[in-house]
Each structure stands twice: as structure tokens, then as C-alpha cells.
């Protein structure tokens, strides 16, 4: 739609083309209503695309998100997607060292076999009882609670009632999750394990007060109403490309290189004013649906802005020639790798990288977690790669919040990229550089990213992927019915960082949608 085409009307303007406004745009036009997206960059997707990030190579990777738990299969069903998840027969893999002996936790490949694991590590039974007690529990949790994500909010004391079970209560939503753990385990490396779902992208420490880690904690466990994260079929891009193509069969418009700059309201009606490469223009609506930020929905309707946000993650991309060895020789790594593989991430490590990076310190030990793609799904590499036996590495990075980037994000990412691929050849029978696959320029293929450059690259507010702390699911005060509404009636926030926001679940899409279409 060119800029000088003059003030077009439409039902809603969607503000950005990420997945969760592509919910949202397919939602209303299948509908019946006229529906304009606005994305500011050459395509759609925002954070949930594939690329091919290295020169001549034909591997197409989760650049930026990369599993999926929170997505409702009812959107799925809802809008005829043609989208597929696979489940990962490993759960995780820990490696470690004990007695001089390289050994490690496999969680996965059967009852029998997990049971068993434990048991070699912590030398006893009590360990995995424990283990199957609390995630027993929060399997509980998630199946009442997922379902409330596209429902209208619930007030606390109703979810209260329908998770009915006080002990998980006081465990998940009033007392920080390290008193449970401690309470639970004892084993500091089984500690460590059952923390890291708190910690993604957060940056808190286990007994955190403000309990920032019991919600991203909650929202890890309840995926799918059992908690378990699944490979996107053909990479995350694969659902951006599914929900765009659903949008438009359905009506919808969607014009990519057109930024919004500016939201106008009266209470009733809206204007939106965009930015192209030939000029500006305007699109008027009756809702207008903003898939950004909060920092970003305020620039646009002129409030003042809210509280910074602070990212705190490292993301890693890489390609391998093939899978490294293990100094673990018992676990074969293609069973190693095709879960989460937690790297120094063992309880009191993952309290001192929290203690020293809050202190302004890179992390001496970055904790951090690999999974390997392409052993679920191989599509995302092309047949001469897949046939060579090449093979996806995606890290994940814990407490490295922005702050510690301002000084200078370059040298900083690569020391930080140093220090954690140093903690896994650690547990390797080999040097990762030495499985590296190289581009066509004879480059290494890897690539980092802070928390500045998915800021730069994204405009996430200080990186923070999920656009600010993570909200309990319930009803608090201005949440609103659906905790997509804002000050001005007739705009919503559909982004992340909508209430029951963060994670590619498209459930902010839905939720403004149905509120659009009940008003």
C-alpha cells in the first residue's frame, strides 16, 4: 500500500507483524473485519523466523526464539494451520564431575532409565522421588491453568481455587522457588536443573523477593498443560510463515517496510501514521492492536514511558560438521544433545554467576543451555548437509544482563562467547572449534547475540525477550478482562508484554482479538 494513497479506514491496524499480531490479524479477518498490519522490517515475524545466518551455507536456523511449549493448540486448530511440533525423547542432559570421574544426569528415554540415572549420580532413590513428586505436582498446576491463557483473566483468589492445591500454591505463587527446591532436593546438581526454569531470560536469584522467578518458572512448566518443550517443524519461521499465509487468505493486508510512528486517538477512532521508504501515510481504525512493547506503545500514543526493561541472555547459533565427543563416554551424544544440555549450571554455580554479574562482573563460570535441532528435525538443513552428517547447536546464555554489555557490546560478547564455550569443552572429549562447520568465506559458523544487539536487531527494550517481567496469570489491578487493554480504549497490547505475554505463544493475539471482537 503506497504512502501517498491517502487515509484508508479498517476495522483494526495491527502495529507490528510478529507472530503475535499475525494471530490477531487471522483471528479478525477470518471474522469478517478489515484488517491492516504495519511491520517495520522487510518481512514478518519479528523474533519467530528462520534464517540462513551464515554466508553460503544452506542451514536454516531458529535465529532468535527456538522451541515451543506455550503455543494453545487451540490457535493452531482455531485458524488451520499448517504447522507441526515434534516432542524430544530427552528431557535433559547435565553433565558434571564427581569423584574424578566425568558423569552426568539424563533425564528422558524412559522411566527405567531415568530412575536409573539418578541413581548412579546421587547414590540413592531419594533424589528421583522427589523428582517425580514436584514435577507431579506442577503437571497438576499446568493442566489447570493453561487452559485460563485464552480465557478472560481470572482473578487470584479463582485460580486459587481451580489449581486447588494449596502446597503448590505456596510453592509456585508466594514463596520464592528456591525455598521449595531447597526443600525438595539435595543434591546441588539436581538443584540447579529444576532452577534453570526460572531463570530464562530473568534475571534473579533463586530467593529473589520480588518472585521474578516464580513467574518465569510458571510460565516454563505449564506449556501445553504438561510442561513439555517441542521442535517447530522447519524452524520457528515455519509458524510466522504459516499464521501470514492464514491472515491473508483470510483478508488480512499486511505491508511490510511501513513503521508506525504515531497512534492518535479520541476514544472512538484512531489514525495511525506510518513511515515508508517513499514518505508517510495514514490508516484510520477502530482498534488499533500494538504487537511491540510497552516502551514501544507509549512513544506511539505519547505516555509517558514505563519502567526500563533489562534483558539477560546470550543466544548462540552454530553449525557443526558433526556432534563433539563426551568425556562422559557412557552417554552418547546424540542423546546428550537432543535435549536441553545444561552447562555450569549446578545450584551454587548459578547463585554465584548471579552474585558476580549483579556485582558488575561477567559470570567466571557462564551458565548456559544447548539443544541440537536438527536431531529432531532435520529439515532445517539442506540434503547435502543433512546427508554429511552436519548438525545445529542452539546456547542459551543465563545471567548476563544487559548492563554488562554498555561498556562495549563487541568485546564483551566475545569474552562472554569465550568463558561459556570454555564450560562445555570442559565436559568434551574434543574442542567444539574443532566441530565447527565454516562458510563460504572460511568463517567459523557461529554467531552471538546480547541482550544490545537483540535490542538493535529487534528494538526489544534492553533486550529482554519477553518485553518486561513476566505478569502472573490472574487479575490485578488495570489489567483489564482480557490484559491486552490499555489507557486508550480502542488500542490494545498485543505484544509480549501484555499480561499472560512472553514466549512464542501467540495467546496476546488471541486475547486482543477476542477482545476486539466482544466490544
Known sequence: MPANEGTRTYDAVIVGGGHNGLVAAAYLARAGRSVLVLER???????????????????????????????????????????QVRGRTISSYTPTERGGRATGLLVGGGERRTREAFARLTGGEHEYAAWQRFYDMTSRVAERVFPTLTEPLPGRD???????????????????????????????????????DALIGTFADAHDPSLAQNRCFLYHVIGGGTGAWDVPVGGMGALTDALAAAARTAGAVIATGHEAVRVATDGKTAEVTYRTADGEGVAAARHVLVNASPQELAALTGDPAPEPAEGAQLKVNMLLTRLPRLRDDSVDPREAFAGTFHIAEGYRQLATAHAQAAAGELPAAPPSEIYCHSLTDSTILGPDLAGRGYQ???????????????????????????????????HLAEPLADCLATDADGRPCIEAKTPLDLERDLRLPGGNIFHRALSWPYAQESTGRWGVETGHP????????????????GVPGHNAAMAVLES
Open 392 to 426: 545445529t547447536l542452539t546456547l542459551f546464555g543465563l545471567h548476563t544482563p544487559a548492563r554488562l554489555f554498555a561498556r562495549d557490546n563487541d568485546a564483551v560478547r566475545e569474552e562472554l562467547l569465550k568463558s561459556t564455550l570454555a564450560q562445555l569443552d570442559a
Open 158 to 196: 479463582e485460580l486459587r481455587r481451580r489449581i486447588d492445591d494449596e502446597t503448590a500454591w505456596r510453592a509456585l505463587f508466594e514463596e520464592p522457588i528456591g525455598v521449595t527446591v531447597e526443600e525438595n532436593f539435595t543434591d546441588d546438581l539436581v538443584r540447579g536443573v529444576v532452577l534453570t
Open 490 to 505: 480502542g488500542v490494545l497490547l498485543c505484544g509480549a508484554g501484555a499480561v499472560r505475554g512472553g514466549g512464542v505463544s
Open 41 to 83: 522490517l522487510g518481512h514478518t515475524g519479528g523474533a519467530a523466523v528462520s534464517t540462513r545466518p551464515f554466508a553460503g551455507v544452506d542451514a536454516r536456523l531458529s535465529r532468535y526464539s527456538y522451541l515451543v511449549s506455550l503455543l494453545p493448540r487451540k490457535i493452531v486448530r482455531d485458524l488451520g494451520l499448517r504447522f
